[in-house]
């Protein structure tokens, strides 16, 4: 199997053969990320090839470095996008809004969408606060906000009661609430 900078490498020279390669290492990955958000395999598989070309589209001019995590928030956006508009089509439940409505207080909004200093600086107090957090805390954060995961899951996965999970979360948005206040967000 290739290393990333290989693969990124033949995204360069626009070889086809770098989104097979792609494909084989990050490709369930992929999967995993949009599954997470749309429960829909099928759709699921759509945001993998739409990753792909995306991908494509975007190497040159991006190195990504590491890769998996170039695709990887490729494939969450685009699952997001997805979700959002079958919630257009259809009114739903799921994961997703529970997990939106859980950051909501905590994640500032930016105000026009377009700023992107903005949005790299908040990224980068969110890389921070979460390299503070003790590893149990930071996977289980990820699991319920990167990749949609149900407390139910998350508490089996972890050998944890729900409400342990729940409250762990709570104390975290409000730790992150405190920690974005004071870089000025």
């Known amino acids: 199997m290739l290393e990333d900078k290989q693969i990124v490498d033949l995204y360069w020279e626009r070889s086809e053969e770098a989104i097979a390669e792609t494909d084989k290492k990050y490709g369930r990955y ?80 930016d105000d026009d969408g377009e700023d992107i200093g903005y949005s790299v600086a908040l990224r980068d107090s969110l890389k921070r606060f979460l390299r503070s957090l003790p590893e149990r805390t930071r996977t289980i954060f990820v699991r319920r906000y990167w990749y949609v995961t149900p407390i139910s899951e998350i508490a089996k996965e972890f050998g944890m009661k729900e409400s342990n999970v729940a409250m762990l979360m709570l104390r975290t948005r409000l730790k992150l609430k405190e920690f974005l206040e004071k870089e000025g967000f």
């Open 30 to 109: 992929c999967h995993y990320v949009a599954y997470q958000i749309l429960a829909d395999n099928e759709d699921a598989e759509e945001i993998v090839n739409d990753t792909y070309l995306k991908t494509w589209n975007t190497v040159p001019p991006n190195r990504p470095d590491p890769l998996k995590g170039y695709v990887g928030m490729i494939s969450n956006q685009l699952a997001l996008d997805r979700y959002d508009s079958k919630k257009a089509l259809k009114r739903g439940g799921g994961q997703l809004p529970a997990v939106l409505h859980e950051l909501a207080e905590c994640i500032p909004a």
